[in-house]
C-alpha cells in the first residue's frame, strides 16, 4: 500500500497542475512557475496538491525504505530517505506561498518582485531542499541499478537526475528566459514520472517474488 502511494503521487500532482494552468486565469507555464498556484482565490488547489502529494511520496519513502534497506544497504536507504525528504519538502512548501510576481494572480505588477518576504523566502528554501533532495536520489539509486547491472534503470536515473539539475541551475543563468522556465517545468515533471515509475517497478518486482 504504501508503495502504491509513492506510485500515484506524481501523476496526480502533473494532472492538478495541468488543470490548473488551464483553468487559472493570467497563469503562463513559460512565465510562472508552478508554486504561483498556490496564490489568489483557487490557491488552495496547489496547496492542497503540495500537501497529499508530498504526503504519498513520504508514505512510498518508507515502503521503499523497507523493502530496498535490507537488500540494497545503503544506497537503497539514502535513496528512499532522499525521496522521502523530497516529500517532506513539498509539504512545507505549502505552508508558505511563493509570492506573487509578473503579473500573476492577476492584479500583480509585470517583473520580478521589488522585495522578497519571509514567506516566500521560506517557500523557495524548502522548494530548494526538495528539489537538491531529489536530485542526489536519482544519482544515488542510479549507481546502486548500475550495480545490479540494470542499465536501462541506470541510465533512466543518471539522465533524470542531470536534466533536473540542468534545469534548475539554468533557471538562474537564464532568468526571465521562458525556454529556462518550461525547460525546469518539462525537468520536474520527468522526476516525478521517474518516482513514481520507481515505486512502480519496486512494488512489481515485489509480487513477482
Known amino acids: 500500500m ?7 503521487a506524481g501523476p496526480l500532482y502533473i494532472v492538478l497542475v ?16 508552478a508554486s504561483l498556484l498556490s496564490n489568489g482565490d483557487l490557491g488552495w488547489i496547489q496547496i492542497a496538491n503540495f500537501v497529499v502529494s508530498g504526503l504519498l511520496f513520504v508514505a512510498g519513502a518508507i515502503g ?24 517532506a519538502g513539498m509539504v512545507a512548501a505549502s505552508v508558505f506561498s511563493a509570492d506573487p510576481v509578473d ?3 492577476p492584479g500583480t505588477p509585470l517583473g520580478p518582485p521589488t522585495t522578497v518576504s519571509t514567506e516566500g523566502l521560506l517557500h523557495f528554501l524548502f522548494g530548494m531542499i526538495g528539489f537538491l533532495a531529489l536530485i542526489a ?21 543518471t539522465v533524470t537526475g542531470a ?12 532568468q526571465g528566459v521562458p525556454i529556462a522556465n518550461i525547460g525546469l517545468a518539462l525537468a520536474i515533471g520527468l522526476a516525478l514520472v521517474w518516482t513514481s515509475s520507481l515505486f512502480a ?8 517474488s
Open 103 to 105: 503579473g500573476f494572480p
Open 18 to 33: 495541468i488543470l490548473q494552468m488551464l483553468i487559472r486565469d493570467g497563469f503562463d507555464i513559460s512565465r510562472h512557475p
Open 64 to 87: 521503499l525504505h523497507r523493502l530496498l534497506a535490507p537488500v540494497a544497504g545503503r544506497r537503497g536507504a539514502w535513496g528512499a530517505w532522499l525521496i522521502g525528504a523530497f516529500g
Open 137 to 157: 536520489a536519482c544519482f544515488v539509486l542510479a549507481r546502486w541499478f548500475a550495480a545490479l547491472g540494470r542499465r536501462g534503470w541506470a541510465t533512466f536515473s
Open 201 to 208: 517497478q519496486q512494488l512489481g518486482h515485489r509480487e513477482a
Open 163 to 174: 536534466l533536473f539539475l540542468l534545469s534548475w541551475v539554468s533557471l538562474f543563468v537564464l
Open 2 to 8: 504504501l508503495l502504491i502511494c509513492g506510485a500515484v
